[in-house]
Structures are given as structure tokens and as C-alpha cells.
């Protein structure tokens, strides 16, 4: 594990409101680390509506079975999070483990076992002991409280430098409801429905399938717009709970993923993912620049995703990046193997603005100076111009440098 | 430029013997490179044949496109290589500069500019000073000799430790006859058709539709089975040259890739290409270990590559390689998100023999201390078994190092 924190995290980081119908409990069971938290608790009002994605792996991970089990429900009252442990790959013992710790967990909270999600995260392989949740649950369950949402995101953390949060407060009919979340991630990111384990809650009145909407239009643009290393993970949950308790104070109930008043809360519920996911790019694993890649003019915007991605995983413009390399030929073999259409004569390229590359050569009035200049900053945006058609698409990702791979080829050892 | 050898690199370099109308020249035109030599010529007796395959990129370099337009005639006289610039992404003054450097070779050697084949490898987006060939190539003309393998195959290094050659001699009809090879390349390796820069010769009377053929399957479990960096180059080429010399001591004339008499030969090209792209992989940047990706029980063969790819191009694997670790959960991530059949339950995987994964969950034998000491050698295998059907593959890679890192970073500025 690293332990500096990444030099991208957020400057400032957000007052985080109590939601009515949520308390949050973290512990040290001492699943793998030593002296951190490492287990989460949440505690969801009844009544609380809960919708998720999750993973597209052929190989997902035991709780990514629970959970995508268990939301046939729609309902929710405990969610429980270890990190260091991904429950991954471990077989028949790895499904027990999930019963276990949903059992123990919901005679914790008073409520059933399909009334509880899981997520881990940590090392793949592993037997996941579930009796170290035995005890820890109940003594959570006696001191969850509403205000914690840092040690929460804190506790969730793996190879991540800094917790992760994001709120949003915006008004659903006359009521002023409210959205936090937390995600923990920092490699093996390269989202195929959604990346690492993120949770969002309101207290917005909303049906399990409002909230399943909202889930699944948000990550298109926010965490499946991100990749830190092109690994996607058995584990990727984002889990999102609604207690509905914003109806106690008039918030309208919501049950139409079409409803025009939920027009605000969809913006501000997108925000507060692509805050996340942002958050996530700034932690990838050893990064030190930010990237952004732009792709416009291609064929479709499904063209202009590809592209962005491919560009975005390469492993020769990444290292380009961390040597504050304008490095645009690379970019150029990036779109030309992305295998989407692309016309090298039509191509322009820029870095933070400037442009190096237009019509498929090198811009007359590119200025190496002036652009190497441009590379120092810790944010780095790639524009590619392809002139073909009206497809556009932005993902986010971040450098590869030494420490990436320092901290990956020590990780399990 | 990284300078030590790598330790990967072959320990035996074998005896390049003379084909039979075939010349070659070296010489330091000053391209990027001081001090070292960058480009090469080969000259070829009238009647030589070609084929060739390239890069599948959408954006492939001016040579590339100049050498797929000249394959239509079949006919070699020439082959001008230079490393240092790619001239890749530079437009019409790209294509100007083959066609220039295409009339100065034409008229070096005396043949007709369309009998003239063109590889460039290094930056991309630089233009290419076309005229610094001037001089240079009448020179080498006239000195070039049948003998210095090597020094050609060193000519056209960039980013490689050691040059690259390989070589076979087999019977043709009752007559002995020899292929020749030789390859670059060590970064933006992930062949989509061929990849890098490589060049076979043979005094074999073979058509050039015969060659075509035989580059055309050769590729396949060869130069296409093999990842460094999952960057597929704008400039990859694989020329092959048929001077037929060997006519004249009995070698068959052969016109049909079905000819029973070529068996032997295919099995020969097939080792010569299968050698040079084991070298390739050896070379990788910053390589310290030479991988090999066995997928077995796969749904078919197609899908057993994709899902060896999806391992061979995971930072993460390759990142556990280079520590030493055997980080079987890794792997399981890398066939997850292949996107190909896969029941985790099935799932089998061994490092260098050792089974570390059985039936989806951890072996039960499993000894860390044992598998500890095989991910201390300099080759390893990672075997997994699907247990689905009998699609089987096999693909090379190295590790990711901080080298890789290190190389790349540097590598344009």
C-alpha cells in the first residue's frame, strides 16, 4: 500500500449532511490490515428502497452475487463493507461467507437477511472469514450513528490515499432533499457497468426503480467513463439506497423514472457520481497527472468512447503523460487501434489546449516550448478531433508511472 | 534508449548463412541516432518475389501504405530500412519522402522505383528528411555483401537491447534451402496482423502469392500470438523476400500454397517467425520476464485468444510478474472482463506447472513457499484451464517493469 497521499486528492473536502433513515458504524475486525477500520455499517430506516450495478466480469465475486440476488426485493436496511478481503474466487466457501455475514448482520439490525448487501474488497482468492464479523456487527449495530460519512468512506479504502465523498442537496417537489456517496477505488479500475465499490444515499422518496434508473443512465458518463489501469474488477458494486424519509417533510414520492419533478435531483444525483468518479481517477494507483480525454467528431458517440478509451489505456500514452511528454504520435496510434473509424489526413490533436496536430501532421505553429510547459500541469486534458461526424465523448483516467507499478508488484506479497 | 541487454536475450546467436541473391548494407545517415548505425539496405536479384502483411491500424505510417501499393506488382529489387523516424502521421510530406526515397533507391540499386520496398520505425509525427538517403543509398549499393546479418538486423534497432535474427535451413524438393529473418521491436508491441518491423528472406522459388500465404498463416501463432504493451504500432511490417537463387540447384518452382513439397518449408518459416517474435517478447522494454499465456478449454480457439490476450495486456498480471508474486486472482480479474465464456466454478490455473487454482477457488495443495520459488525464474507460464471445450491458445509477453515506465517516459523528449 502506498501511503502518501496522492498529490491529485481534492483540496477541499465537502461538509457531508446527516440523511434522516441512515446511521453508519465502522470497525477494526482485523479482516487483513492491522490498526485501520475495515469493516462499514450501514443502517437504513425501513422503508428504504435500494437499486444497484455492478460488474460486467464473467468471474464476479461472491457478494456481487448476493447483491445482484437480493435487489429483486427492492428493499434494504444494512449494508455491510470489509475491505481487504474481496471474497473473490473462493468458491462454495465464499458463497457461505456471504450467507454468514448477511445473517449475522441482520440479527444485528433487527430486520431479514435479504434486507442486507454486502460488498468487499481486497484481495482476490482468499477464504473470507465471516465468524470476524460474529460480535463486531452487533457492537456496530448498538453505535451507528448519522454523522460519520468520512470514517465511513475511510474504512472502505484499500490501496486508495484519500476517503472519498461527494454530497449534493437540491429540491424534489417544494423539499430539499439530500445525496451522498462514497467510493473507494484506486486500480484494477476499467468500469463495465460500474467500478469499485461506490454507495449513494438520499433520503429522496424514491421506488427501487427510479433509483435503478438513475443508477443505470448515471454511470454511463461518470464511472463507466473512467478507467485507471484497463483491469475491470470482479468486485464493482455501486449500490444506491433511498430511505424516502424527505416524505416526512413533503418531498413527493417518486415512482416514474419519467417524472418531470425529478428533473433536478437527476442532475444533482449525476453530480455527485461524476464527483466520485473524478475522485477516483485522482487516486488512481502512483498517478500524478489527472487526464482527461476528449474525442469529437466522430462517427457516433459510441465511436467516440472506443477511441477515448483506447487512448485512455494506453500504456505508452500513460507513461507519455508522466513524462510530461506532448507525446502526440502515440495518441495518433492510440485512435489507429482503436479500430473505429478514424481518417489520419482528418485527424487535429491538442494538449491542454494547444494544438499540435491538425489534418493528419504535425500543427505549423506548434511550439514545443510552449506546450512542454503545458505538460507540468498536474491536469492534463487530450483533445482529438477526428472530422468525421458529430460523435463525442469524454473518459477520465491518470498517468502510469514507477509507483504504479512499485505498488502492484508488491501488493499481495 | 535503454542501453543493458536484457537478460532475456538470447544466449546463443546463431550463424546467419548467405542467401543466395541477397546484399546487404548499413550505414549511419544520422536519421536521429548519433554514432550508431540507422539505415539499412537490402539488395535483391531480378526475380525475387515479395509478400507482405501490416499493421490493421487506421493510421498507419507512409511507408506502410507505400509498401501495401507496391505488393500489387509482387516483384523486390530493394528494401531500404531506417530507424530513428517512423514517418508515421506526417502527411503529404510523408508520402513524399517515400517516393523520394523510393527513386534514390531505385536508381542506387537500378531497378524501378515500384521494385523498392520501405520501413521506417522511431518518432512518430516527425517529418522525414527524405534527402539525407541521397549519397547514402549509392554507397551502400556499392558495398553492399552477402554476410552481415547481424550488423543489418542491428541497423534497424530502436528501443531494443539486441538485434534479432533467425534462421533455418530445409529441403525444398531434393534441394537444401535457407530463410533468413530478422525483427525490431521492444515497445508498442500488440501485432493486429504483423507487428514491428521484421523481414524474412529466402533463396526459395516460391510465387509471391505462395509467400503471401505463408506470411499469412505464419502470423498467426506467431508475431500475432504476442503483447509487450497492448499498443499496436501505426508502422508495423513484415516483408518477406523470395530470390528463388535456390533454382539453381534443383529447388522446385512453387506456384501453389497447397503444394505437398512445401510442408517441410511452412514448418520451417513458421520456426524462423516464431523464433524472431519469442525474441520480440524477450526484448519487450524493461523485460526481466519472458511470459507465456496458455488457455486451454476454452469454448474455440478464438475465444482461448481472447481470453490469453486479456491476461498477457493486464498491468496488473504483468505488475505481479515483475514482483515475483503469483497473483492467480489477478488472472482470474484479467478472464473476467475478457468478455468470453467463462464459469468461474470451472476455473484452473497453474504458474510454471504449479496449481495454484482448481475448480474456482484456491487449490487445496497449494504451497506458497513452492510457487514463491518458481515466480523467481526468468520465464514464466501462467496455465488456466476453463474446463469449457477444447478452444486452446498460447500467447508471449513479459512484465511490466518501472523500466517500461522509465523507457517510455523519456523515450520522444
New interface residues.
Given amino acids: 500500500m502506498s501511503s502518501a497521499v496522492s498529490p491529485l486528492a481534492p483540496t477541499e473536502v465537502p461538509d457531508m449532511p446527516v440523511i434522516a433513515g441512515v446511521r453508519l458504524a465502522t470497525a477494526a475486525a482485523g479482516i487483513r490490515y492491522k490498526g485501520r477500520t475495515d469493516v462499514l455499517l450501514a443502517i437504513m430506516d425501513k422503508g428504504t428502497n435500494a437499486a444497484g450495478v455492478f460488474?460486467?466480469?464473467?468471474?464476479?465475486s461472491a457478494p456481487v452475487e448476493w447483491c445482484r440476488a437480493q435487489l429483486k426485493g427492492g428493499a434494504a436496511r444494512a449494508l455491510v463493507v470489509n475491505s481487504g478481503n474481496?471474497n473473490?474466487?473462493?468458491?462454495?466457501?465464499?458463497r457461505q461467507a456471504t450467507t454468514l455475514t448477511a445473517s449475522i448482520a441482520a440479527k444485528a439490525v433487527g430486520c431479514k437477511p435479504n434486507e442486507v448487501f454486502l460488498a468487499s474488497t481486497g484481495?482476490?482468492?482468499?477464504?473470507l472469514d465471516a465468524t470476524k464479523f460474529d460480535g463486531v456487527l452487533g457492537t456496530l449495530a448498538d453505535s451507528a450513528a448519522p454523522a460519520d460519512w468520512m470514517g465511513a468512506a475511510r474504512a472502505i479504502m484499500t490501496t486508495d490515499t484519500f476517503p472519498k465523498v461527494a454530497t449534493a442537496t437540491v429540491k424534489l417537489g417544494k423539499a430539499k432533499v439530500t445525496i451522498n456517496g462514497m467510493a473507494k477505488g484506486a486500480?484494477?479500475i476499467?468500469p463495465?457497468m460500474a467500478t469499485m465499490l461506490s454507495f449513494v444515499f438520499t433520503d429522496a422518496p424514491l421506488s427501487s426503480a427510479v433509483l435503478q434508473s438513475l443508477l443505470k443512465s448515471g454511470v454511463q458518463d461518470t464511472f463507466n467513463a473512467l478507467t485507471i489501469?484497463?483491469?475491470?474488477?470482479?468486485s464493482d458494486t455501486l449500490l444506491a439506497f433511498a430511505t424516502g424519509t424527505a416524505a416526512a417533510h413533503g418531498a413527493p414520492k417518486i415512482t416514474r423514472a419519467s417524472d418531470p419533478r425529478l428533473k433536478a435531483f437527476t442532475k444533482a444525483f449525476r453530480a455527485v457520481l461524476a464527483d466520485l468518479a473524478e475522485q477516483v481517477a485522482r487516486d488512481g494507483e502512483g498517478a500524478r497527472k489527472l487526464v482527461e480525454v476528449i474525442v469529437e467528431g466522430a462517427t457516433t458517440s459510441i465511436s467516440a468512447r472506443r477511441i477515448a478509451m483506447s487512448i485512455a489505456?494506453?500504456?505508452?500514452v500513460k507513461?507519455?503523460i508522466?513524462?510530461?511528454?506532448a507525446?502526440?504520435?502515440?495518441v495518433?496510434?492510440?485512435?489507429?487501434?482503436?479500430?473505429?473509424?478514424?481518417?489520419?489526413?482528418k485527424?487535429s490533436i491538442s494538449f491542454n489546449g494547444i494544438r499540435v496536430?491538425k489534418?493528419?501532421?504535425?500543427d505549423p505553429s506548434y511550439n514545443e516550448a510552449e506546450v512542454s510547459e503545458a505538460m507540468k500541469s498536474p491536469k492534463i486534458q487530450i483533445k482529438v478531433s477526428l472530422g468525421l461526424g458529430k460523435g463525442r465523448d469524454r473518459v477520465l483516467t491518470c498517468d502510469?508511472?514507477?509507483e504504479?507499478?512499485?505498488i502492484?508488484?508488491?501488493?499481495?506479497?
Avoid at 473473490?88 to 465464499?94: E, N, R, S, Y
Avoid at 489534418?359 to 504535425?362: E, I, K, M, N, W
Avoid at 502492484?408 to 506479497?413: H, M
Wanted: aromatic share 6%.
Fill in positions: 460488474t460486467q466480469s464473467k468471474c464476479p474481496a473473490a474466487f473462493t468458491g462454495k466457501t465464499g484481495v482476490i482468492g482468499e477464504p486500480g484494477m476499467a463495465d489501469d484497463s483491469d475491470t474488477s470482479t489505456n494506453s500504456p505508452l507513461t507519455a508522466a513524462g510530461e511528454d507525446n502526440w504520435g502515440r495518433v496510434m492510440a485512435v489507429g487501434k482503436a479500430g473505429e473509424p478514424a481518417n489520419r489526413d485527424l496536430a489534418s493528419g501532421a504535425r502510469l508511472t514507477k504504479y507499478v512499485a502492484n508488484g508488491d501488493y499481495r506479497s
